[in-house]
């Protein structure tokens, strides 16, 4: 059974850095395409950034562009979602969540495509 669990959140003051975990059991996260997702209250959830299982491709939404970075350690099964210059409009609960099959070309998709997801992690920004 693939199970996802995210942490690394946090609360912080606006231009802190965290770095988000996502660790994968019972599958080999390194060949499946991984999201990272936010969602505020009130809000949809939004994809942030992933990164293909296929050839390693990544995507980053334009609010996070220059600031966040996706990256996998494929020895420990980890996927991490850096974050730098964080802003108060970055606060929301944080998932990551993994194609259901392997080797999926890409990884920008909605978030109704990716197979399981992670409980999320909170992640607070202050002013």
């Known amino acids: 059974q693939v199970q996802l669990v995210e942490s690394g959140g946090g609360e912080v003051q606006a231009g802190d850095s965290l770095r988000l975990s996502c660790a994968a059991s019972?599958?080999?996260?390194?060949?499946?395409?991984v999201g990272w997702f936010r969602q505020a209250p009130g809000t949809e959830r939004e994809g942030v950034s992933c990164?293909?299982?296929?050839?390693?491709?990544?995507y980053y939404a334009d609010s996070v562009k220059g600031r966040f970075t996706i990256s996998r350690d494929n020895a420990k099964n980890i996927v991490y979602l850096e974050m730098n210059s964080l802003k108060p409009e970055d606060t929301a609960v944080y998932y990551c969540?993994?194609?259901?099959?392997?080797?999926?070309?890409?990884?920008?998709?909605?978030?109704?495509?990716?197979?399981?997801w992670g409980q999320g992690t909170q992640v607070t920004v202050s002013s």
């Open positions: 969540a993994i194609d259901a099959i392997p080797g999926v070309p890409g990884c920008q998709r909605p978030a109704s495509m990716y197979g399981n």
């Open positions: 019972g599958v080999t996260a390194d060949a499946y395409g």
């Open positions: 990164i293909s299982g296929s050839d390693g491709t990544t």
